[in-house]
């Protein structure tokens, strides 16, 4: 270390030139980083429901979803003008950015056919192919929706004040807001104060994550004044401002320019990724800050006749070869603890893993080589910068009192840590795990609202299918099947969360029914697949090939049953799948395979796979530090001792969700793996200046105490800088998945910082391990 040190301060201009080429070079790759929102990203792809999805998807169309619900203010939706608002917004969304054309659904839409029937046989017809003129055209559309069973809930509501418009779409490059943004402009010229819009489905709720996630740019600039603010007041002087900011932001530009080299994208879950970089890079710089003022006020006490160049030159020296290796063991641990991540199965937790990594990779080199060739040709600090540095300060009046805690009241400090760490811990027995995507948003949200209003008076939102797989052509068409699909839909109609079932089935009891004159007894599966047949022939004069498109395939092989629900609540979800796909196998013959998937079946894979997935990682974490630690200090007890803090942050943040009420799910499990990551630091930190001290006095309290003065100090400013830059996101009103974030980094980084600087020293000082006192100085 001191060899490169003594390079880099030689070479100062060259190593500044090439940084800032580098910098150059990964700021041109900025270009091809693209920010992505898809939703594959965030499901683990090797998951049986989520494989159901990527089929259905692939023979049915069906997937990104958006519903326009329509509400009668007055009256109901059988009115003249409302209808004629129907038709127009149907015709309008067939030219939407990724819409499949037959994959709409509406009262005016081209495969909505009213299947009736007389004494010559089955009459099928467009229910509303134009704008009703007249009373009497209003009330053939209500006839001819009264006699279809299906479409009740479905598409008008069961007190015919509301109606609604689903619409299938697929990805498009631009991502989801200008699907949304094109439905809000075309319903925007039909609001007149007759009716009431409500908008909702997964393209709705995709887009609101764009429009949300957005506010990063913003939240990035103000964590980075906080952090900036944070570290004057810690320091005093304009220095001390600015150089942890610079290579923050460096290492920023670094870690995004690797991401697109790597071809790797962005999307809403990792754009608070930067935030986490922005606080660990500061953190290490303001780490050798320090070390950085306490040495040069050394040189300056003790070798006043030293030009203030050369003082600088040494200080800069001492305080890199002092701080250098310990750094390098700090980020050797955090950047091993978030690769661990790249073997998740979610493609969005792997590139936080692969994204957090090259953050702090580029934050130890940038710290290795620019920031102390910066630091030698910038000049020294002057006088009136260098008392203000050593004002004593709210900060040296904190780590005073923790010092004394841990001289003098150790037995207090463990009894009070225990009792708030199996206290709080106590919390995790109500930790949820939940993946509702909308509760990543306030209920106040407009989205939350319509969504709300859209499940009170339709079918529902939330949709869970099941996959019939008869195993043979045209096995669909076998009554024993479609009497078995039949069972399983009135089985799923007696849960509270269902508000209605679809499938083939009910088309071919309505062609039953009107093949019998449209006795309404008749309302039943036919009894022989040859009628089956039969039926389909004759619908098909009169249809077209496309309008089961959404419920069997071209084979008949394979069928959907669609659940509409009104909650997404994943437990729910899960325990209405399981019970379901256990009654299927009684009803229907041996023959036949059963699949669940559908988008709330999503939430119900990421439960199963963040619970498996979230300790084992937790676990590999906490390995990668262990191993680290044990390594760099030669001693298995200190992998041990610094995983404390670390432990006590985890249970505690489980604890403190569980008390809250905050659930267990893709953006709030990432935090344990950003607080394991980052919150290692202060016990390495404070275990290296703790060793050098003791070799450095006989008395063993000056020696600690200095330690506190210097790595404890530091300590205290990086953890309360990571807190309040991630503090800010706890203002991001509306959208809970980022005030959730900002509430629980902000809280892990105070108990892992507290813990190392309460807890840590305390055992260190009472068991007194070989790794720390071997060195004590006349030992």
């Known amino acids: 270390m001191e060899s490169w040190i003594k390079f880099v301060i030689k070479y100062r201009k060259a190593v500044m030139f090439l940084s800032v080429l580098v910098t150059l070079g990964l700021m041109t790759q900025l270009r091809e980083l693209k920010i992505v929102l898809d939703t594959d990203d965030v499901l683990p792809q090797n998951h049986p429901y989520v494989a159901t999805n990527n089929l259905i998807e692939k023979v049915f169309g069906n997937k990104y979803s958006a519903i326009i619900g329509i509400t009668a203010k007055n009256g109901t939706v059988y009115d003249e003008k409302i209808l004629g608002k129907v038709k127009r917004i149907t015709d309008k969304i067939t030219e939407a950015p990724g819409v499949v054309k037959n994959n709409i659904n509406s009262l005016a839409s081209r495969k909505t056919k009213a299947i009736t029937g007389n004494e010559e046989g089955m009459i099928v017809q467009q229910i509303m192919e134009s704008e009703p003129k ?125 991401l697109a080299l790597l071809g790797q994208s962005m999307d809403v879950f990792n754009a608070s990724t930067p935030i986490m970089i922005l606080a660990i890079a500061a953190g290490h710089a303001v780490q050798i800050l320090k070390r950085y003022y306490e040495e040069f006020a050394k040189l300056k006490t003790n070798n006043p006749n030293m030009s203030p160049k050369e003082m600088n030159e040494e200080a800069v020296r001492i305080a890199l070869s002092k701080v250098g290796n310990v ?156 009497k078995g699909m039949e069972k399983i839909q009135e089985f799923l109609k007696k849960d509270e969360i269902v508000g209605k079932t679809v499938s083939f089935v009910d088309f071919m009891k309505q062609m039953n029914k009107s093949m019998h004159a449209d006795d309404p007894a008749m309302y039943r599966v036919p009894e022989s697949s040859d009628l089956v047949a039969q039926y389909l ?57 059963v699949d669940i998937g559908g988008g709330t079946a999503s939430g119900v894979a990421q439960n199963e796979i963040i619970v498996r997935e979230k300790i084992l990682n937790i676990l590999q974490i906490m390995g990668a530090v262990f191993l680290v630690s044990s390594i760099v200090f030669r001693s298995f007890a200190a992998g041990i001792f610094i995983l404390i803090p670390l432990i006590a942050a985890v249970f505690v943040n489980f604890g403190i969700m569980g008390l809250t009420g905050i659930p267990l799910m893709i953006s709030t499990a990432l935090v344990s793996a950003m607080a394991v990551g980052i919150g290692a630091d202060y016990g390495i930190y404070m275990s290296y200046r703790m060793k050098e001290e003791l070799k450095n006095y006989d008395d063993e309290n000056v020696a600690i105490e200095k330690s506190f003065k210097s790595a404890g100090k530091a300590a205290i400013f990086v953890s309360t800088a990571v807190a309040g830059g991630f503090g800010v996101l706890m203002f991001s009103f509306g959208f809970t998945m980022h005030i959730w974030m900002g509430f629980l980094i902000a809280l892990a980084m105070l108990v892992s910082s507290f813990s190392a600087l309460t807890v840590f020293p305390a055992l260190i000082l009472s068991l007194r391990p070989k790794y720390i006192f071997d060195s004590k100085k006349g030992k």
């Open 134 to 258: 007249s009373p009497e055209d209003v009330e053939k559309i209500k006839e001819a929706v009264a006699t279809n069973p299906v479409f009740n809930d479905l598409l008008v509501s069961a007190d015919q004040k509301t109606t609604s418009i689903v619409a299938e779409f697929t990805k498009i490059p631009g991502g989801y807001t200008p699907i949304n943004d094109y439905i809000n402009n075309i319903i925007a010229p039909e609001k007149d104060g007759t009716v009431d819009f409500a908008t909702g489905g997964i393209v709705v709720f995709l887009a609101n994550l764009e429009m949300f996630s957005s506010r990063m740019g913003l939240f990035f600039l103000i964590a980075l004044v906080i952090i900036g603010i944070i570290h004057y007041e810690a320091f005093r002087t304009v220095q001390a401002l600015i150089l942890p900011l610079v290579t923050a932001i460096l290492a920023v530009i670094w870690a995004l320019g690797v």
């Open 327 to 482: 750094m390098v063991a700090a980020c050797t641990v955090a950047a091993l603890g978030f690769l661990s991540l790249v073997i998740f199965d979610i493609k969005s937790i792997r590139t936080f893993g692969l994204f957090s990594a090259a953050g702090v990779a580029a934050a130890l080199v940038l710290e290795l080589t620019f920031i102390p060739a910066l630091r030698c040709i910038l000049p020294p600090p002057g006088k009136k910068e260098f008392e203000r540095e050593k004002q004593h300060t709210v900060w040296d009046s904190l780590i005073e009192k923790l010092f004394y805690l841990v001289s003098h009241k150790r037995k207090q400090i463990y009894a009070v840590a225990s009792l708030l760490v199996v206290g709080l811990s106590l919390g995790g027995y109500f930790l949820v795990v939940n993946n509702s995507g909308k509760e990543n948003f306030s209920k106040n949200v407009q989205f939350r609202l319509d969504d709300d209003k859209l499940n009170e008076r339709m079918a529902g939102t939330n949709i869970l299918q099941f996959v019939i797989d008869a195993g043979d052509v045209d096995g669909i068409k076998n009554p024993e099947v479609l």
């Open 537 to 593: 022939f004759l619908y098909s004069s009169s249809g077209e090939p496309g309008d089961f498109d959404n419920f069997v395939d071209n084979d008949y092989q394979k069928a959907l049953i669609s659940v509409f629900m009104k909650k997404d609540d994943s437990t729910l979800v899960d325990a209405l799948a399981k019970k379901t796909l256990a009654y299927a196998k009684e009803v229907l013959p041996s023959t036949v395979k």
